[in-house]
């Protein structure tokens, strides 16, 4: 069935098309025997008959071709995976996904048909390391529990493959920084995936806050919380310490963390937390419930954030001198949204052109161009490290029931 906005396009006439492009009224000055119209003065002249028109460089980027295209390798075939990443993979511009790992053979070769993926590149966790022997893979991307990072991304890089590792990087500062090492004598790329960073709508709030349509910044405020559900196998592991790392801080409360230091471009010199869990809740006998941090900043900024797995919010709310930003939802797979209030605007809804599903090929297409054009990542294990230094240093906090000083790598003073 033809669109009609189509079909009214596919009704013009040559004629009628082509004096609408040279400005006149349809078909008016056109010779009835197709030769060329008489053009005003000035105009480029305007070829009555179907030609090659230039490149249009400036608005379209092209992908890849398909033998260009670097092959990803996906670690973990897990909801997030097979919703998110694997899809987004087969819409980027510049990868092809070359490989699958997974415990689950069954599992596995049910994607591989769906996704094209021989055989002979379906891997489980025990034959992990014989990817150093396929060609095919240039990246590999950690989608497993956090507990897990550290072990698969450092066996990636001796495998001689670059990494794309889910946030939070790892459980320890120490695994981190075991991680950037093994990154740097592999001679190959880590990026940590921070999806926010390429949503349109946290995007565009940057851009508006650089351009000062916020004024100076003073305080931030972020919240990321939801329910923890045990019914569904993708929260089972998220109770457990040595797999999860933390709680809800470690899991949602990173987003609220890091967007914080997106938006002011600097680290916190202090911080003080709070946790607080429900009694004789079996999820939180590992791990925490509700988490609430205040930070401060040299520039004087503050930041109050909170993550929770028994309540259910998504914002972050920039409030400067000339006006305010909030992102509600600020860090949704799909439908977040942007508002402006200030003295000139009042309250609006920024117009944000491109979908939030973006931000999966935009991470995914930038660590391939980093690979390609050979830059550092936007989002690098450093910044990882960093988060992770400071959530450890907000469960410290925690339990000393004080304030902690920080080094600007967001570890911990003295």
Sequence with gaps: MTDPSEKSFLDLSRRGFLAAAAGSVAGAGLASSGAQAQQPENLPNIPDDAVGRPFPEADLQMPLPPDQRLGWCVVGLGAFALNHVIPAITRSQ?????????????????????????????????????????????????????GLHAEYTIRAFEAGKHVMCEKPMANTVEECRAMIQASQEADRKLMIAYRAHFEPHNQRALRMKKEGAFGDIRLVIGDTMRPLDLSRPRDEWRVLRDLAGGGSMMDIGIYALNGTLYFLEESPVALVASISNPPDDIRFRQVEDLVTVQLRFGSGALANLSSSYTMNENRIQILGSEGTGLLNPATSYVGNTLYETGSDVGTRKVPVQDSSLRQFTGEIDHLSRAIIENFTPDTPGEMGLRDVALIRAIYASAERGSWVELNPDGTMRG
């Design 94 to 146: 510049t990868c092809r996904l070359a490989g699958l790992v997974s415990g689950n053979a069954e599992k596995a070769r049910r994607v591989a048909t769906h996704y094209g993926v021989p055989d002979a590149r379906i891997y489980d966790y025990e034959s992990f390391d014989d990817i150093a022997n396929d060609d095919s893979i240039d990246v590999v991307y950690i989608v497993l529990p956090n």
